[in-house]
Each structure stands twice: as structure tokens, then as C-alpha cells.
Nanobody
Framework: QLQLVESGGGLVQAGDSLTLSCTAS????????MGWFRQAPGKDREYVAG????????EYADSVKGRFTISRDNAKNTVSLQMKSLKPEDTAVYYC?????????????????WGQGTQVTVSS
């Protein structure tokens, strides 16, 4: 079993930056591709970004490409999401998750362990 804890969320203004962190404990963190998802009220959970086990591979949803950067530090068991030029439509609860096989899937069902989420609110 792997436990994931997100942190770093908050209330910011449009155009601001924010960095989310996800810290893992339990089984071998470096064995998993990792993903960030988000869910706004009344909407489905949406893929944001993914990173390969080594950190060398990264993918992004079109809606965040060029503004968000995913990275990981396997020595510290952490995966981060640096968010710049935030928009009100980025408002959501953000979750990190471990991918069951490989990395880069945009489907929530392909992820096994999930954190409890951290709220990001962007005001206009």
C-alpha cells in the first residue's frame, strides 16, 4: 500500500503562481508513474499532468500546457506540480495518484492510490 498526501493548495489571484507537492510513504515510490488530476464542483475528475518513473517523461493536458510543470524527486518520495499564470478555471481540488501500469494515461481508472486532495482556488 502507498499513502499519498498533497499540500500547497490555497487561494490565489488570477495570474499568480502556486506549487503543489505530493509526498508518498509506503511501497517503492520510484516504481510508479505518477499523475496529477483535478476535480471542480459538478465536473468529472480531469487529468492534468503525468510523469514517468524516472522523471524523464512528462505529459500535460492541453489546458495547462505551457503553464504547469510536473516533476518528481524519487530520493524524497515527492512529486510536484508548479502552476503559473493561474486562471479562475484552474479552480479545483487537485489530486496526485500512482499509475497501475506505465505512465501518462489520462483515465482515472488507470490509477491505483490517490491522495486526499488539496484545494486550489483562483479568484478573478
Amino acid at each position: 500500500q502507498l499513502q499519498l498526501v498533497e499540500s500547497g493548495g490555497g487561494l490565489v489571484q488570477a495570474g499568480d503562481s502556486l506549487t503543489l507537492s505530493c509526498t508518498a510513504s509506503g511501497r517503492d515510490f520510484s516504481s510508479y508513474g505518477m499523475g496529477w488530476f483535478r476535480q471542480a464542483p459538478g465536473k468529472d475528475r480531469e487529468y492534468v499532468a503525468g510523469v514517468s518513473r524516472s522523471g524523464g517523461g512528462r505529459e500535460y493536458a492541453d489546458s495547462v500546457k505551457g503553464r504547469f510543470t510536473i516533476s518528481r524527486d524519487n530520493a524524497k518520495n515527492t512529486v510536484s506540480l508548479q502552476m503559473k499564470s493561474l486562471k479562475p478555471e484552474d479552480t479545483a481540488v487537485y489530486y496526485c495518484a500512482t499509475e497501475i501500469i506505465g505512465w501518462g494515461s489520462q483515465r482515472p481508472r488507470d490509477y491505483e492510490w490517490w491522495g486526499q486532495g488539496t484545494q486550489v482556488t483562483v479568484s478573478s
